[in-house]
């Protein structure tokens, strides 16, 4: 038996709400977010039950071990890539996962948020699947990160006009606020890298990345990323 089936809450495992939005989704202009999977993917006890929204191709299980896995996304094309590698996926909407309240010991949503048009409900649904002090791992952009600010004081930002897929900005505050809201509290903020002097330079050269992931810990407000781990708090 797959580990969906024991928490489903629904005879159908397609989602209507994702069939209807996603018939011709394409799959080229999204990339897992390998190293912040990495990172996150300490917080994962062995022997939990997580589910993994917005999977994509399920790439976050490859720094899994002997957790239970089950994915859901809204790209069929991804979620036959996931399908391929023997992953446990659904495709759903994070605004409706179709599983049953208190199911899971602990959910992730990487890279996911800043695409969701109603993310108060998407939290609000974590909230309800998650057990009882389960564990909720976010990774996001940094709106205000260092290279992004200088951007802005030139008139211009990579998110910038209306074709980008990033449709919600967070900071560290008004993230936390926003998770505060639907229920969670903030365990463990993790960081990623400050992109100084530039995101090209900080990506080419690793001794100074490391560098800079050292900066982001005592500078969490210009990290290229927000990255945590958040407790269901009764």
Not at 75 to 96: F, P, T, W, Y
Request: glycine residues 6%; charged residues 25%; proline residues 4%.
């Amino acid at each position: 038996m797959r580990n969906s089936e024991n928490v489903h809450r629904s005879g159908n495992l397609n989602d209507f709400y994702a069939k209807l939005a996603h018939k011709q989704a394409c799959i080229t202009a999204c990339q897992p977010s390998i190293e912040r999977q990495r990172i996150l993917s300490k917080h994962v006890l062995t022997n939990s039950l997580l589910l993994d929204v917005g999977c994509w191709d399920g790439s976050f299980s490859q720094f899994l071990r002997g957790v239970k896995y089950v994915g859901v996304d809204i790209n069929r094309q991804a979620l036959e890539l996931a399908k391929q590698k023997g992953l446990d996926v659904i495709m759903a909407s994070c605004d409706h996962l179709p599983f049953k309240d208190e199911a899971f010991d602990a959910c992730s949503m990487i890279e996911v948020i800043e695409h969701l048009y109603s993310p108060e409900k998407t939290l609000r649904e974590v909230y309800r699947i998650l057990k009882d002090d389960g564990k909720f791992l976010l990774a996001t952009p940094n709106f205000v990160n260092f290279i992004d600010r200088i951007n802005v004081l030139f008139g211009k930002h990579p998110i910038a006009g209306t074709e980008h897929q990033h449709i919600r900005f967070f900071t560290w505050k008004t993230l936390n606020a926003l998770l505060e809201k639907c229920g969670f509290k903030l365990e463990k903020r993790e960081a990623w890298f400050i992109p100084f002097p530039t995101r090209t330079i900080t990506r080419k050269f690793p001794r100074w990345r490391k560098l800079m992931r050292i900066m982001a810990k005592a500078l969490p407000n210009l990290d290229e990323g927000l990255l945590g781990k958040w407790r269901k708090s009764s």
